[in-house]
């Protein structure tokens, strides 16, 4: 389909609605949940996913902390984004100018898969000195030619206006979508969660989205800058993902200054959704360990 998104239609199975709040910043509307009350904490999705993907890990760290948790430009729920916001320095600053009109200013940034990148970024751009956490994070290029080749292949299929109605049209069945979502992961999520993920993938909107992140990151840019960040950083990796390989975690975690790594040896890429129990309290523990919400 190509049409956008609808919150009072594709919406209704979008766990903590009442927790959803619309938002307008930077000429575009976004989509945010917040729960909670304390320290803030701000939880950033990966690529081709939403806020939903915290909806277990969000009311266990509500009980101690405010949890803000946007959906990405072009991504779900948030709209009005121009193709130019989609690089990862105009992305962070895109989440800058949501962070401003909310009015308030984390005291950790979570991010997963291509949302560590964004904690980084953010961190950099507006010199915050506050814990950062990775969860199977994505910072590392492709290696060697794929480097220059994966985005400029990725910036061919955004362009062409078939490759996401197609790519949303084969997976338009619930069963399809688990399929893809399974390989691609190597995760097994509850029912609520492949719910959500079904609507996305089928709709070709949000797929030209997730495209366009993909097309116009600069990810080289960003490593060469990891040992200038000094912030604390968790990095928590699942041993058996397919999507980032955990030799990319340990890469990362040689390169931050101040970083350490948490191996999980029997999850996959989306580890967080698989035993959210265990991802907040990790998250707990690492603003417990740096003096947040204490």
Same mark, same amino acid.
């Given at each position: 389909m190509s049409r956008a998104l609808d919150w009072q =239609?594709?919406?209704?199975?979008?766990?903590? @609605?009442? #927790?959803?709040?619309?938002?307008?910043?930077?000429g575009a509307r976004w989509h945010a949940q917040q729960m909670g009350s304390g320290p803030v904490i701000l939880l950033l999705h990966g690529t081709g996913a939403s806020c939903h993907s915290w909806r277990d890990v969000m009311p266990s760290l509500a009980e101690n902390f405010t949890?803000?948790?946007?959906?990405?430009?072009?991504?779900?729920?948030? #709209?009005?984004?121009?193709? *130019?916001?989609?690089?990862?320095? #105009?992305?962070? @600053?895109?989440? $800058? &100018?949501?962070?401003? *009109?909310?009015?308030? &200013?984390?005291?950790?940034?979570? $991010?997963h898969s291509a949302g560590a990148a964004l904690a980084l970024q953010i961190a950099l751009d507006r010199k915050l000195d506050i814990?950062?956490?990775?969860?199977?994070?994505?910072? =590392?290029?492709?290696? $060697?030619?794929?480097?220059?080749?994966?985005?400029a292949f990725a910036k061919m299929l955004f362009v062409n206006p078939l490759v996401p109605r197609l790519f949303s049209k084969s997976v338009s069945r619930r069963e399809d979508a688990e399929k893809f979502l399974r390989r691609a992961t190597n995760s097994r999520i509850d029912e609520a969660g492949m719910a959500c993920y079904a609507a996305l993938l089928a709709n070709s909107?949000?797929?030209?989205?997730?495209?366009?992140?993909?097309?116009n990151w600069d990810l080289p840019a960003l490593q060469s800058r990891l040992p200038s960040i000094k912030n604390p950083v968790l990095l928590v990796h699942s041993v058996r993902d397919k999507a980032v390989p955990i030799s990319a975690a =340990? *890469?990362?975690?040689?390169?931050?200054?101040?970083? =350490?790594?948490?191996?999980?040896?029997?999850? $996959?890429?989306?580890?967080?959704e698989e035993d959210p129990e265990n991802a907040a309290r990790l998250i707990a523990a690492f603003a417990d360990l740096h003096g947040i919400g204490c």
């Open positions: =239609r594709d919406g209704l199975i979008w766990p903590h @609605r009442a #927790s959803s709040t619309f938002v307008r910043a930077g949890v803000i948790a946007p959906d990405l430009p072009r991504h779900a729920f948030t #709209s009005g984004h121009g193709p *130019e916001t989609m690089a990862l320095p #105009s992305m962070a @600053r895109a989440l $800058g &100018q949501l962070l401003d *009109e909310l009015n308030v &200013q984390p005291d950790m940034i979570v $991010g814990p950062l956490i990775g969860l199977n994070a994505a910072l =590392r290029p492709f290696p $060697g030619l794929a480097a220059q080749l994966f985005p909107r949000h797929t030209k989205g997730a495209l366009a992140m993909m097309a =340990r *890469e990362a975690a040689q390169l931050l200054p101040n970083a =350490r790594l948490e191996e999980l040896p029997q999850l $996959g890429h989306l580890a967080h």
